[in-house]
C-alpha cells in the first residue's frame, strides 16, 4: 500500500476512449468508479494518470485475500510504550481529499464491502468505531476500484448491492493502434517490431478460453519490448515475457511457440 501525489507531470497514458472524460466528470460530481478489465491493460497506470492530472494525492492499495476493514480504516497499535491510532489508506485519503484506489477490490475480503458503501452513496462518510470518528469525505475524495471480471467465479465476485454503487468503465486491451505507440514508448523500441509484438499478443488472445486461462498483456507485451531494446534476440525475449508468463503445460508452451515462429517468419 502506498500514497503518491504526481503533480503536473502525469504518467503516460493513451486513452483508448473517453475514460479520461468519465474519471474526470466523477471525481466532479463526487461519485465513485469502477474499472473492469483484464489484468495487465493499464487499469493502475490509468488511474495514476487521471490523479496526476486533476492534481490529487493518491493511495492505491493492491487488494488480496486477508485484506480487511481494519487495514483500511486504520488501527491501534503500540508505538513507544504508548497505544496510538494509526489511520489506514482509505481514512488517509479521506482526511485529505485525496483518490483512494483499490485494486482487484473482489480480492478483499467481504467485510471490506461494509465499509466502503457509506462512502459509495450520498452520505459520503467513513464511521470509524474504533475512535467514535464519523468523518465526512471532501470535494476531493474520490473512490476507484477495479477488478478482472475474467476471474470471477461464484466466491469471487461484486454482488450487484456494490456493484450498482459504482459508475463503471470497461477497459479491455489497447487496440493494436493504441498499443503499438504504447509499447514503442515504454520500450524504445522501433515501429516495425513493436507492430510484430502487438500482431502476436494479439494472437495469443484471441487463445483465451482455450488453451489459455488469460491472454497476454500489455505490460507483458512491453517487457518483451524492453528486453529486445536491451539486446536480447527477439525470440528468446519473447518466449520469457510472452508465452512462459502464460502457461505451465510443455505441451501448449510448444504450441505457442510455433505459433510465434510462424507470425514473425
Known sequence: ????????????????GDECDIFAAAHASHLPLLLKGPTGCGKTRFVAHMAARI??????????????AADLIGRYLLKGGETVWVDGPLTRAVR??????????????KDVAVVLHPLTD?????????????????????????????????????????RQRFLSVDLGFPAPAHEVPV??????????????????AGKLRALKGQDL??????????????????????????RIAMIEP??????????????????AG
Request: aromatic residues 6%; hydrophobic residues 40%.
Open 1 to 16: 500500500m502506498d500514497g503518491q501525489a504526481f503533480g503536473h507531470d502525469a504518467p503516460f497514458y493513451l486513452p483508448q
Open 55 to 68: 492534481g490529487r494525492p493518491l493511495h492505491t492499495v493492491a487488494c488480496h485475500d486477508d485484506l480487511s
Open 96 to 109: 485529505e481529499g485525496a483518490i483512494c484506489y483499490l485494486d482487484e477490490v473482489v480480492e478483499a475480503r
Open 122 to 162: 450520498d452520505r459520503r462518510i467513513l464511521p470509524i468505531d474504533r475512535t467514535g470518528e464519523e468523518l465526512h469525505a471532501g470535494p476531493g475524495f474520490m473512490l476507484v476500484a477495479s477488478y478482472n471480471p475474467g476471474y470471477q467465479n461464484i466466491l469471487k465476485t461484486l454482488k450487484p448491492s456494490t
Open 183 to 200: 509499447v514503442m514508448r515504454e520500450s524504445g523500441i522501433d515501429e516495425s517490431r513493436a507492430t510484430l509484438l502487438v500482431r502476436i
Open 213 to 238: 486461462e488469460e491472454g497476454v498483456s500489455t505490460r507483458l507485451v512491453v517487457y518483451a519490448a524492453v528486453l529486445i531494446a536491451g539486446g536480447m534476440g527477439f525470440d528468446r525475449a519473447v
Open 246 to 263: 502464460l502457461t505451465d503445460d510443455p505441451e501448449i508452451r510448444a504450441g505457442l511457440l510455433d505459433l510465434v515462429a510462424a507470425l
